[in-house]
C-alpha cells in the first residue's frame, strides 16, 4: 500500500503570470507558499483484476478508458498498465474549487502514488512538469503552472515562468521572525462558495493571447506587484506586502467581472475596517477563501467569526509531495 500526501498552496504575489498565454511572451513571475492542508491518495493492488476508485464517488471499471474522473484516467493511460489490477482512494482537507490549488495538488499525489507504486522515482521539478503535462498537454485545462510547482516542492518560493516554458524556482529569502509573523497574521476565512476556475482563467488565457491591451496591461501590473512583495517579505515589512495585497485584490477584481461579487466585497470592507491591512481571495477568485494579513488579529478573527465565516487555520510546508507510507 502507498500512501502519499500533497500540499494545498496561497498566492503570495504575481497569480496569473504562469499562464502560457502570457509567460511564453512576457515571463511570468509569482510568489507561492505550500501550506499544511493535504490531499491525500491511496493505491493498492486489490485481489481481483479492474480498477477500483474512490473519490467523491465510486468507479469500478476493467480499462483505463473507461474511467471517468479525467485526471486518474489520463495519469493512468501514461503508466500504460496493460492489466489494470489498481485500487485508489482520494481524500482532502478541503473541498476542491476553493482557491487552494487542489487540482494541482491531486494530480501531483496522484502521480507520486503510482510511480512509488511502480517503484519508480520522480524529482521534485519531474513530478510538478509531468502534473503540468497532464492537465494543460492532455487535458487542455487553462491553467498555470504554480499550483503542480509548489505542491511538488513545498516551502515558500518564488518561480519564474520562462519564455521557453522552462520553470525556475528559488525559496524566497525571508528570514525566521518575519515567517513566524507572516504564518500567525495571514488568514483564511471560508466564503462558503465554491467555483471552476476555468471559467475564469479561460478569459484571462483567450485575452491574452488576442493582446487584448487592458489584460495585459493588468498582468503586467501582477508581475510587479509580485517583485514588489518579494522585496517586502524579505525586508521583512509586512505591513507594506499587505497594502500590496489590497492592492492586488483591487487591480485583480477588474481581469474579469466573476472575480467578486457584492457578498464578498461586503466581507472584504469589513475586515479592512476591523484587524486586516489587506488580503484578497485566493487562487482564480470568484469564491473559495479571503485572505488577510492581520495587524489586530483577535478583533479580525472575531469579526470575521461574527460575519458567519469558518477560519481555516494553518501552517506553511516545507516538505511539498511526499510518500507517507510504502509497503
Same mark, same amino acid.
Given at each position: 500500500?502507498?500512501?502519499?500526501?500533497?500540499? &494545498?498552496?496561497?498566492?503570495?504575489?504575481? +497569480? /496569473?503570470?504562469?499562464?502560457?498565454?502570457?509567460?511564453?511572451?512576457?515571463?511570468?513571475?509569482?510568489?507561492?507558499?505550500?501550506?499544511?492542508?493535504?490531499?491525500?491518495?491511496?493505491?493498492?493492488?486489490?485481489?481481483?483484476?479492474?480498477?477500483?476508485?474512490?473519490?467523491?464517488?465510486?468507479?469500478?471499471?476493467?480499462?483505463?478508458?473507461?474511467?471517468?474522473?479525467?485526471?486518474?484516467?489520463?495519469?493512468?493511460?501514461?503508466?500504460?498498465?496493460?492489466?489494470?489490477?489498481?485500487?485508489?482512494?482520494?481524500?482532502?482537507?478541503?473541498?476542491?474549487?476553493?482557491?487552494?490549488?487542489?487540482?494541482?495538488?491531486?494530480?501531483?499525489?496522484?502521480?507520486?502514488?503510482?510511480?512509488?507504486?511502480?517503484?519508480?522515482?520522480?524529482?521534485?521539478?519531474?513530478?510538478?512538469?509531468?502534473?503540468?503535462?497532464?492537465?494543460?498537454?492532455?487535458?487542455?485545462?487553462?491553467?498555470?503552472?504554480?499550483?503542480?510547482?509548489?505542491?511538488?516542492?513545498?516551502?515558500?518560493?518564488?518561480?519564474?515562468?520562462?519564455? *521557453? *516554458?522552462?520553470?525556475?524556482?528559488?525559496?524566497?529569502?525571508?528570514?525566521?521572525?518575519? =515567517?513566524?509573523?507572516?504564518?500567525?497574521?495571514?488568514?483564511?476565512?471560508?466564503? /462558503?462558495?465554491?467555483? *471552476?476556475?476555468?471559467? @475564469?482563467?479561460?478569459?484571462?488565457?483567450?485575452?491574452?493571447?488576442?493582446?487584448?491591451?487592458?489584460?495585459?496591461?493588468?498582468?503586467?501590473?501582477?508581475?510587479?506587484?509580485? &517583485?514588489?512583495?518579494?522585496?517586502? &517579505?524579505?525586508? /521583512?515589512?509586512?505591513?507594506?506586502?499587505?497594502?500590496? =495585497?489590497?492592492?492586488?485584490?483591487?487591480?485583480?477584481?477588474?481581469?474579469?467581472?466573476?472575480?467578486?461579487?457584492?457578498? @464578498?466585497?461586503?466581507?472584504?470592507?469589513?475586515? =479592512?475596517?476591523? +484587524?486586516?491591512?489587506?488580503?484578497?481571495?485566493?487562487?482564480?477568485?470568484? /469564491?473559495?477563501?479571503?485572505?488577510?494579513?492581520?495587524?489586530?488579529?483577535?478583533?479580525?478573527?472575531?469579526? =470575521?467569526?461574527?460575519?458567519?465565516?469558518?477560519?481555516?487555520?494553518?501552517?506553511?510546508?516545507?516538505?511539498?509531495?511526499?510518500?507517507?507510507?510504502?509497503?
Amino acid at each position: 500500500m502507498i500512501i502519499v500526501r500533497s500540499p &494545498l498552496r496561497v498566492s503570495l504575489g504575481g +497569480g /496569473g503570470t504562469d499562464l502560457s498565454s502570457y509567460y511564453e511572451e512576457h515571463e511570468g513571475f509569482l510568489i507561492a507558499a505550500a501550506i499544511d492542508k493535504y490531499v491525500y491518495v491511496n493505491v493498492t493492488k486489490p485481489f481481483i483484476e479492474g480498477i477500483f476508485l474512490k473519490y467523491s464517488q465510486l468507479e469500478n471499471v476493467k480499462k483505463v478508458e473507461e474511467v471517468q474522473h479525467p485526471i486518474i484516467r489520463e495519469t493512468l493511460g501514461l503508466l500504460n498498465l496493460k492489466a489494470p489490477q489498481i485500487e485508489l482512494t482520494a481524500l482532502a482537507d478541503i473541498p476542491s474549487g476553493t482557491g487552494l490549488g487542489s487540482s494541482g495538488s491531486f494530480t501531483t499525489a496522484l502521480l507520486k502514488a503510482l510511480y512509488a507504486h511502480e517503484r519508480r522515482h520522480l524529482h521534485p521539478n519531474e513530478l510538478a512538469e509531468l502534473a503540468c503535462h497532464v492537465e494543460i498537454d492532455l487535458l487542455k485545462e487553462p491553467i498555470g503552472k504554480q499550483d503542480q510547482y509548489i505542491a511538488a516542492i513545498g516551502g515558500i518560493n518564488c518561480f519564474t515562468f520562462e519564455k *521557453n *516554458n522552462k520553470v525556475t524556482s528559488t525559496p524566497l529569502n525571508i528570514d525566521t521572525e518575519t =515567517m513566524h509573523e507572516l504564518e500567525d497574521n495571514l488568514l483564511l476565512f471560508f466564503t /462558503g462558495y465554491s467555483r *471552476n476556475a476555468s471559467d @475564469i482563467l479561460k478569459d484571462q488565457k483567450e485575452k491574452s493571447k488576442s493582446n487584448d491591451v487592458d489584460m495585459l496591461a493588468n498582468l503586467h501590473f501582477v508581475k510587479d506587484l509580485g &517583485l514588489r512583495s518579494k522585496i517586502a &517579505l524579505e525586508s /521583512g515589512d509586512l505591513q507594506a506586502f499587505g497594502e500590496l =495585497m489590497q492592492e492586488h485584490w483591487e487591480n485583480k477584481k477588474r481581469r474579469s467581472v466573476g472575480m467578486s461579487n457584492s457578498k @464578498i466585497d461586503e466581507w472584504y470592507d469589513i475586515a =479592512m475596517r476591523n +484587524g486586516a491591512t489587506g488580503g484578497k481571495v485566493v487562487g482564480a477568485g470568484g /469564491g473559495g477563501f479571503l485572505m488577510f494579513l492581520a495587524n489586530d488579529r483577535k478583533k479580525l478573527k472575531k469579526t =470575521m467569526a461574527d460575519q458567519g465565516l469558518q477560519e481555516i487555520r494553518f501552517k506553511f510546508d516545507f516538505e511539498g509531495t511526499k510518500v507517507l507510507s510504502a509497503s
